[in-house]
C-alpha cells in the first residue's frame, strides 16, 4: 500500500516536473525539471519492484542515476563550451546561454 | 582444426571466416597485408560454398544446428539448392572483385584508411552471405542490418573523391533501416501468431493459424522490408546514387551481390515460409510483384538511355534486371523460379564484370567519368574494352552469351505460363536495352581528338577476364548454371 | 579541461565506482538483470564521463586510439573465437557443450566467455564513438573536393 | 472474446504503439532535417521494441529471472532477446547515420534535405572555377 | 492493477513526448525529448517484466545515443529550416498518406492478435517455455533472458556483436579516417587528424 502511494506521488512529481519543462520560462528551468523527471523516474522504477514483488531490479535505477548524471553533465558543458570537445567544437550563437531557447 | 571438422562446420565457416577475419583486417595499418587478408577470407568462404554445393547436388538439403540447439529453439543454417546456389553465386562473384580490389580501391580511397575498407568489405560478404544461409526470421533481420551498414561504410568512402557519397550513404542508410524495421514489424506479428521463428517451422505453422488477417499483414510487411532492400521499383530510389558515388571496386561489389541476397530472400519468403497460403501469396505475385517488376524494367532502361553518368547508367541498368529477376520469380511456375535464379547468376557475372571494366578506365582517368570522357577508350584500352563489350553484349541477351540464355529461360517460362503480353513487353524492353549499350559502344570507339598512347591497367586482367569468359563459357554451355538453378527451383516449389 | 574542483573531485570520486557498478553488472548478469551489452556501456560510460571534465586528451592518454580499436576488434574475436573453439572440439559453431566435459558446465564457460566478449568490444566502440564524434574538427573536412 | 468492442480494449495496447510507430515513420518521412530523420527513426524502432515486448508479456506473470519460490509464472523471455539484439542494431544505425550527418555539414554546409539536394544538382555541373589545385582546397 | 495505469499513464506520455518531437522545430529540445522517449519507453519495459531490456534501453537510448546527439549538434545549426508542414499540405501529404494506409492495415491485423498477457496465446505455449525449463534444470542460470541470449540464440548476438563493430569502425572512418581526399593523403600529409582521432 504504502509503495502504491509512493508510486502515485511520483507519478504526481513527474507530471509537474513536465509542466515545468513545458513552461520553462528560462532554458535551465527545462533542464532542471528534465533531471527531475530523471529522477522521478528512477524512483518510480524502484517503488515498482517493491509493488511487483521483484525488488531485485534496482539495478535499473542505479544505472539511470549514473547516465542521468552524465546526460546532465554533457548538456551543460555543451550549454557552457558549445561544445563535447577540448575545443568546444564549432561557436554555436546560438545555444541559449541562459536566455530562453528553448521549445 | 582437422579436415572432418571442416567438412562438418562448411555452412558456419561461410559467414564465420568473412566475419571473424574483418576485425583483423581493421586493425592492420598496412594496406597490402589487409588485402591479402580480404582475399583469403573471400577466397576460403568461395571454397566452402563451392564444397556445400558440392553437398547439394544429389538434390539433398540439411540444416547446420548453431550453438548444437535443434531448432525452433535455436538457430539454423539451411543447406538446400537455392541457399547453396545463391551463396556460390556471391561468394565467387566476391572473390573475384576482392582480387581487383587492390588497385582499383586504393586508387580512390586513402591508403591508411584501407585496413578498415576492406574490414568492412569483408563484414559486407560475410553479412551477405549469412543473409542466404540462414533459416530464422530474425537472425535475417541482423545480418540485414551488418550488410547495410558495412554497405553505408564502403559508400560513404567515395567521399574522398566525390562529396554526394556521403548523401547517398545517409540516404542508403536510413531508407535500409525503415525497410528493415518494416521487415521487423512483419515478423512480431508473424510470431505473435505463431510463437515461432524459424522458417520451417513457421511454413508448418501458418496455414494453420486462425487470424489470417494477421498473416496477410505479417506477410505485406516482411515483404515490404525485403524490397527495400532488393531495390524493387518503386523503392529503388537508393541504389543509382549508391552505386555511382561509390569507390568503383565497391560499386562492383556491391552490383555484383548486394541485392542478389534479398532477391533470393524474397523468393524464400513466398515460396518457403508462406508456401501454405498459396492464394495469399498468388494474388500478392499476380498483382503486385510482376506490376512492380515491368515498372522497374521499364523505368531502369529508359532512365539508362537518358543517363550519361557510366556509372549512375549501369545501376538504372541494375534497376532493369532486378525487375527481370522479379518478374522471373513472379510468373512462379517452377521453369520461372528456375529463370529467376539464372539470371540472378548471370547477372552478378554480367554487372560485376562491366563495373570492373568501368572501374579500370576510372583508375586510367583518375576521376568519375561520364560518357565524353570515355571517348577512344576502346583504342587505348582494347584489351579491357573487349572485355567490357562481352559483358555488354551479354547484357543485352546476344546468343552464345550468358545474358541469352537468361532470356531464352525467361521467356520460355512466360511463355509456359501463357503471359503473353509480358512476354512482349520484355522483348520490347530487351531491345531498348540495346540503346542504352550502343551509345556506350559508339562512344569507346570513336576517335579520341588527341591521340593518346595505349596504356592498360594489367592489375586488372585477371579478375576482369575471369568475368568476361564466365560470360562466354555460360553462354555455351550453361548446364551447369542451368542444373543448379533448376535444381533449386525444384526444391522451392516442391518438385511441382 | 575544466577548472571547477567541485567537478573535478566528483569525477575522481565517481569513476572508480561506476566501473565497478559495471562489472557487477557484466559478472552478475547470469543471476539479475544485466550482461555484457549493458555493462559495456557502463564502462564507457565511466570513461565518457572522465574524457567530459578532464578533456578529451586525457581520455585519449587513459585509452589510446590503438587500444581503443583493439579492444573493439578483439571483442568480436573473442566472441568467434569460442565459436571456433566449439569447432575444434568437435562440436558445431558456438557450441559451448563441448568446451568442458559436463554439458552444464560447459554453458557456463561459454557464456562468460561471450559475455566478457560483448562487454569489451561495446566498450570499445561507445569509447570510440564519444571520441570521434567530440574531437571531431570540422574544419579537416570542409575542404572535400569533387571531381 | 466477447465482441469486437471488448477486442478493441484488450488490445489498447497494441493500438497506441501501432499510432506511435507510424508517427516515427511519419517523422522519418516527411522532415527535411536530417537529425529529425535520424531521432523519427529511433522513435519509430523504438515503438516497435514496444510492440514486442508488449507479445511477449504474461498476465500475472513477472519477470523472466527464476526465483526459488513456489510455481510463479514468467514473461516470455524471447522477444526480450529479439529486442535486446534490436536495441544494439538500432544505436549502430543512429550513431553511423548521426557520423554521416556531420560528414554532410562539413562538406556541403547544410543538414536540410533539399537543400543538399539542390547542391547536388550544382556539383554535377563542371566546376571550372574551383580547379584542380589542391593548395587552396586545405 | 497498479500496472495496468501505469501501462495507460507511461503510454500517455509517449504519445505526449511524440506529438512535441513533430511540432519543435529547435533540434535541441527535440534531441532532449528523443532520450525523454527512450527513458519513458524503459519505464515501460519494466512494467512488461522485461526488466534486462530497460536496463539496456536506458542506458542505450536515454544515454549513449542522446550523448552522442548533444555532442552531435555542437557542430550542426541549432534550428531547423522551414519545416514541410509550414510550406502546405501538399509536402506532406504523401508521407501522411503512406504512414495512415500502414498504420489502418496494423490495427486490422492487431485486433485479431491475442490480447497482451492472454497466456495461451502462441508465444506463450510455442517455443518459450522449453528455455523458462532448461535454464533452472540443466543451465542452472536463473536469468532467462542471458542463458536465451549468449546460448540458444547465441548467433544472433554474434551478428549483434559485429554490427557494433560495424558501427563503431565506420565512425571511425568517417569521422577520425583520412576520407577527406586520397590526393592530400597521397601527397605525404597523411594522418592530419587534429590530435584526437584515432591513431591507430
Redesign the interface.
Known amino acids: 500500500m504504502m509503495f502504491g502511494v509512493g508510486l502515485a506521488a511520483c507519478a504526481v512529481a513527474l507530471v509537474m516536473a513536465l509542466v515545468r519543462a513545458m513552461k520553462g520560462p528560462t532554458a535551465f528551468d527545462r533542464l532542471l525539471a528534465v533531471n527531475a523527471t530523471g529522477t522521478t523516474i528512477i524512483l518510480g522504477i524502484a517503488l515498482h519492484g517493491y509493488v511487483m514483488g521483484r525488488p531485485e531490479f534496482v539495478d535499473i535505477s542505479i544505472l539511470y542515476a549514473i547516465i542521468n548524471f552524465i546526460g546532465t553533465f554533457a548538456v551543460l558543458k555543451l550549454f557552457d563550451t558549445g561544445g563535447l570537445g577540448d575545443r568546444g567544437g564549432r561557436a554555436r550563437p546560438d545555444l541559449p546561454r541562459g536566455k530562453d531557447g528553448g521549445a | 582444426?582437422s579436415l572432418a571438422?571442416i567438412i562438418?562446420?562448411l555452412p558456419?565457416l561461410v559467414v564465420?571466416i568473412p566475419?571473424?577475419l574483418?576485425?583483423?583486417a581493421?586493425?592492420i595499418?598496412v594496406a597490402g597485408l589487409a588485402w591479402m587478408l580480404a582475399v583469403i577470407g573471400s577466397g576460403a568462404a568461395f571454397l566452402c560454398a563451392l564444397l556445400l554445393q558440392g553437398a547439394v547436388t544429389g538434390g539433398e538439403s540439411f540444416s547446420?544446428?548453431?550453438?548444437?540447439?535443434p531448432p525452433?529453439?535455436?538457430?539454423e543454417f539451411v543447406v538446400d539448392a537455392p541457399s547453396a546456389f545463391t551463396v556460390l553465386v556471391m561468394s565467387g562473384l566476391a572473390f573475384v572483385t576482392t582480387l581487383f580490389a587492390r588497385t582499383a580501391l586504393l586508387?580512390?580511397?586513402?591508403?591508411?584508411?584501407a585496413g578498415?575498407?576492406y574490414?568492412?568489405w569483408l563484414?559486407a560478404c560475410?553479412?551477405l552471405s549469412?543473409l542466404v544461409m540462414t533459416g530464422?526470421v530474425?537472425?535475417l533481420?541482423?545480418?540485414l542490418?551488418?550488410s547495410a551498414?558495412?554497405s553505408?561504410?564502403l559508400i560513404?568512402?567515395g567521399?574522398?573523391?566525390?562529396?554526394?557519397a556521403?548523401?547517398a550513404?545517409?540516404n542508403y542508410?536510413?531508407i535500409g533501416?525503415?525497410g528493415a524495421?518494416l521487415y521487423?514489424?512483419g515478423v512480431?506479428?508473424i510470431?505473435?501468431?505463431?510463437?515461432?521463428?524459424n522458417m520451417a517451422d513457421l511454413a508448418g505453422?501458418i496455414p494453420e493459424v486462425p487470424?489470417t488477417?494477421?498473416v496477410?499483414?505479417?506477410f505485406?510487411?516482411m515483404m515490404a522490408g525485403i524490397l527495400v532492400k532488393a531495390a524493387i521499383f518503386p523503392v529503388h530510389v537508393w541504389l543509382p546514387a549508391a552505386y555511382a558515388f561509390a569507390p568503383s571496386a565497391v560499386s562492383s561489389l556491391l552490383a555484383a551481390i548486394a541485392t542478389k541476397a534479398a532477391l533470393y530472400v524474397m523468393a524464400r519468403i513466398i515460396f518457403d515460409i508462406f508456401a501454405g497460403m498459396p492464394d495469399m501469396t498468388g494474388f500478392a505475385l499476380q498483382f503486385v510483384l510482376v506490376p512492380l517488376a515491368l515498372g522497374g524494367i521499364f523505368v531502369g532502361t529508359i532512365l539508362a538511355i537518358y543517363e550519361n553518368d557510366i556509372k549512375k547508367l549501369l545501376a538504372f541498368s541494375s534497376v532493369a534486371q532486378i525487375g527481370y529477376i522479379a518478374l522471373a520469380f513472379g510468373v512462379s511456375t517452377t521453369a520461372g523460379i528456375a529463370a529467376g535464379f539464372i539470371h540472378i547468376g548471370n547477372h552478378a557475372m554480367i554487372k560485376g564484370g562491366l563495373f570492373v571494366a568501368v572501374s579500370a578506365y576510372a583508375v586510367l582517368l583518375g576521376?568519375?567519368i561520364n560518357l565524353t570522357q570515355m571517348t577512344g577508350l576502346g583504342r587505348r584500352m582494347p584489351i579491357t574494352t573487349t572485355a567490357f563489350l562481352i559483358c555488354g553484349l551479354s547484357l543485352v541477351g546476344l546468343p552464345l552469351t550468358a545474358g541469352f540464355i537468361s532470356k531464352l529461360y525467361l521467356v520460355r517460362a512466360l511463355l509456359e505460363a501463357e503471359m503473353i503480353i509480358i512476354l512482349g513487353l520484355v522483348l520490347a524492353s530487351s531491345a531498348l536495352s540495346v540503346a542504352y549499350l550502343w551509345k556506350i559502344v559508339e562512344v569507346l570507339w570513336k576517335p579520341a581528338a588527341d591521340h593518346a598512347p595505349v596504356r592498360e591497367a594489367p592489375a586488372l586482367y585477371l579478375p576482369l577476364w575471369i568475368l568476361a569468359i564466365g560470360n562466354l563459357w555460360f553462354g555455351v554451355a550453361p548446364a551447369p548454371l542451368v542444373d543448379a538453378a533448376m535444381r533449386a527451383a525444384m526444391q522451392l516449389t516442391g518438385g511441382m | 579541461m575544466l577548472d571547477n574542483p567541485i567537478l573535478r573531485v566528483t569525477a575522481k570520486i565517481l569513476f572508480a565506482p561506476i566501473i565497478i557498478f559495471g562489472l557487477y553488472v557484466q559478472f552478475h548478469g547470469d543471476y539479475g538483470p544485466g550482461g555484457g551489452f549493458q555493462a559495456g556501456v557502463i564502462i564507457a560510460a565511466a570513461f565518457i564521463l572522465h574524457s567530459l571534465i578532464f578533456g578529451l586528451e586525457a581520455g585519449r592518454r587513459l585509452v589510446p586510439g590503438w587500444a581503443n580499436?583493439?579492444m573493439?576488434?578483439?571483442g568480436?574475436?573473442i566472441y568467434?573465437g569460442v565459436?571456433?573453439a566449439?569447432?575444434?572440439l568437435?562440436?558445431?559453431?558456438?557450441?559451448?557443450?563441448v568446451l568442458a566435459s559436463d554439458a552444464s558446465k560447459g554453458q557456463h564457460y561459454g557464456i562468460l566467455l561471450v559475455e566478457f566478449g560483448v562487454g569489451l568490444t561495446v566498450t570499445g566502440v561507445m569509447l570510440a564513438l564519444f571520441h570521434a564524434f567530440a574531437g571531431f574538427v570540422e574544419a579537416d573536412y570542409a575542404a572535400?573536393?569533387?571531381? | 472474446m466477447i465482441g469486437p468492442v471488448a477486442q478493441i480494449l484488450e488490445s489498447w495496447n497494441y493500438l497506441v504503439v501501432i499510432a506511435l510507430?507510424m508517427g516515427g515513420?511519419f517523422i522519418?518521412i516527411s522532415q527535411n532535417n536530417?537529425v529529425k530523420?535520424?531521432v523519427g527513426?529511433a522513435i519509430?524502432?523504438t515503438s516497435?521494441f514496444i510492440?514486442?515486448i508488449s507479445?511477449g508479456k504474461m498476465a500475472g506473470g513477472t519477470a523472466p529471472i527464476l526465483t526459488d519460490g513456489p510455481e510463479t509464472l514468467y514473461s516470455n523471455p524471447?522477444?526480450h532477446v529479439?529486442i535486446l539484439?534490436?536495441i544494439v542494431?538500432g544505436v549502430?544505425?543512429t550513431a553511423?547515420?548521426l557520423a554521416?550527418?556531420l560528414?554532410?555539414h562539413a562538406?556541403?554546409g547544410s543538414i536540410e534535405d533539399d537543400e543538399?539536394?539542390a547542391m547536388?544538382a550544382e556539383?554535377a555541373e563542371p566546376r571550372a572555377r574551383r580547379g584542380g589545385d589542391m593548395g587552396d582546397a586545405v | 492493477m497498479a500496472g495496468y495505469v501505469t501501462n495507460l499513464l507511461l503510454l500517455a506520455l509517449l504519445v505526449f513526448i511524440l506529438v512535441l518531437v513533430i511540432r519543435t522545430r529547435r533540434l535541441f529540445p527535440v534531441v532532449v525529448l528523443a532520450g525523454a522517449y527512450s527513458l519513458v519507453s524503459a519505464a515501460m519495459f519494466v512494467n512488461l517484466d522485461a526488466v534486462d531490456v530497460a536496463f539496456t534501453e536506458a542506458a542505450v537510448g536515454a544515454g549513449i545515443s542522446t550523448v552522442l546527439f548533444l555532442a552531435a549538434m555542437a557542430y550542426l545549426p541549432g534550428i531547423e529550416k522551414t519545416p514541410p508542414e509550414a510550406k502546405g499540405i501538399g509536402h506532406i501529404l504523401p508521407a501522411l498518406i503512406i504512414c495512415i494506409i500502414a498504420g489502418l492495415?496494423?490495427v486490422?491485423?492487431a485486433i485479431?492478435?491475442?490480447p497482451v498477457g492472454d497466456p495461451t496465446?502462441?508465444?506463450?505455449?510455442?517455443?518459450?517455455p522449453?528455455?523458462l525449463e532448461e535454464s533452472g534444470s540443466f543451465l542452472h542460470i536463473p536469468n532467462v533472458v542471458t542463458t536465451v541470449l549468449a546460448?540458444?540464440?547465441?548467433?544472433?548476438t554474434?551478428?549483434?556483436v559485429?554490427?557494433v563493430?560495424?558501427?563503431g569502425?565506420?565512425v571511425?572512418?568517417?569521422l577520425a579516417?583520412?576520407?577527406?581526399?586520397?590526393r592530400?593523403?597521397?601527397s605525404g600529409k597523411?594522418?592530419i587528424d587534429g590530435g584526437e582521432g584515432d591513431d591507430?
Request: hydrophobic letters at 55%; aromatic letters at 12%; proline letters at 4%.
Open positions: 582444426m571438422q562438418a562446420n558456419a564465420a566475419l571473424l574483418s576485425p583483423v581493421a586493425m595499418p547446420y544446428f548453431l550453438g548444437s540447439w525452433p529453439w535455436g538457430i586508387a580512390e580511397i586513402a591508403e591508411a584508411d578498415k575498407a574490414a568492412a563484414l560475410g553479412g549469412g530464422d530474425f537472425n533481420f541482423v545480418f542490418e551488418i551498414l558495412s553505408v561504410i560513404a568512402l567521399a574522398g573523391r566525390d562529396r554526394r556521403l548523401i550513404g545517409y542508410l536510413v533501416a525503415v524495421t521487423v514489424i512480431g506479428f510470431y505473435a501468431v505463431t510463437g515461432s521463428l505453422r487470424q488477417t494477421v496477410m499483414v505479417g505485406g510487411f576521376r568519375r | 580499436l583493439a573493439l576488434a578483439c568480436v574475436l568467434g565459436g571456433v566449439g569447432m575444434m568437435d562440436g558445431l559453431f558456438l557450441d559451448y557443450n572535400t573536393e569533387d571531381e | 510507430m515513420l522519418v536530417l530523420k535520424l527513426l519509430f524502432q516497435v510492440f514486442y507479445v524471447l522477444p529479439l539484439t534490436a542494431v549502430a544505425t553511423l547515420g554521416l550527418v560528414r554532410i562538406a556541403f543538399v539536394l547536388k556539383a | 492495415l496494423l486490422a491485423a485479431e492478435l491475442p496465446a502462441p508465444p506463450h505455449v510455442h517455443v518459450a522449453r528455455y546460448s540458444y540464440r547465441g548467433f544472433d554474434f551478428g549483434e559485429v554490427v563493430f560495424t558501427a569502425l565506420g571511425l572512418v568517417l579516417g583520412f576520407t577527406r581526399t586520397a592530400i593523403a597521397k597523411t594522418g591507430a
